[in-house]
């Protein structure tokens, strides 16, 4: 199975939660930038601090900001596998993630993305309850994804990385038809 990823998709597609599946079965490192940001949140930091905000807000953390993180984070990879959920979210962390991959002489094997449709991905998020799941939060998040990660799907389809995997079924449903994509 391809193990360098990208996981493309709406707010509440099941990202982080197929992420984590297959990381753990797969061995590969899963690089959140979600849960890092969060993880910064909740330590009181000044990047955290700088970050709560606008992620309450749902809107998107500044470029600077995630690319700073995710640097770090790429540098301490070990040479194995790896999958960054959440990230790249714009076209700009897109160009910049290219020279850091190619630093690491890493490509990017694939990138899945997770389709779902809107009454399902807000049905879920609010059954989950997260600071940043209230409907209007919800609603924004949905319209800066169009916005600004959407773009991203082009993007990754001209490369030729594009893999779409229906979202939809229980999460053993949606992992086997990620593994079977990924063969
Ligand atoms: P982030 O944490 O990345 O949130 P998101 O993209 O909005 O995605 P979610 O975590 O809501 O959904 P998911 O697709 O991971 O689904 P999940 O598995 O959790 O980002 C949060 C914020 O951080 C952003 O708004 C932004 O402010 C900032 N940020 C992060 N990255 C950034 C970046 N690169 N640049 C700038 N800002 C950035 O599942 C959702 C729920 O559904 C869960 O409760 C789960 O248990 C459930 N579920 C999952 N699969 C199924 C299934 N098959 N059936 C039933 N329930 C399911």
Redesign the pocket.
């Known amino acids: 199975m391809k193990t360098r990823l990208l996981f493309l998709?709406?707010?509440?597609?099941?990202?982080?939660?197929?992420a984590a599946g297959l990381c753990e079965s797969h061995a590969m490192k899963h690089l959140?930038?979600?849960?890092l940001?969060?993880g910064e949140v909740a330590a009181g930091s000044e990047l955290g601090k700088e970050?709560e905000a606008?992620?309450n807000r749902?809107?998107?953390?500044s470029?600077a900001l995630?690319l700073a993180i995710v640097e770090s984070q790429m540098k301490a990879l070990d040479g194995g596998g790896w999958l960054l959920?959440?990230?790249?979210?714009?076209v700009p962390?897109a160009e910049a993630l290219e020279p850091l991959l190619a630093q690491l002489r890493q490509p990017i094997e694939a990138v899945v993305l997770?389709e779902l449709d809107d009454a399902v991905l807000i049905e879920?998020?609010l059954?989950?309850g997260?600071a940043?799941d209230n409907e209007a939060v919800i609603r924004n998040?949905l319209e800066?994804y169009r916005e600004k990660t959407a773009p991203l799907i082009d993007y990754y389809k001209t490369l030729g990385l594009l893999i779409s995997v229906p979202?939809e079924?229980?999460?053993d449903a949606?992992t086997q038809r990620i593994i079977k994509a990924l063969d």
């Open positions: 998709g709406p707010p509440g597609a099941g990202k982080g939660t197929q959140s930038t979600g849960d940001l969060r970050a606008v992620m749902g809107e998107l953390v470029d995630v959920d959440g990230f790249p979210r714009t962390q997770l879920r998020m059954s989950r997260r940043d998040r800066v979202a079924g229980s999460v949606v």
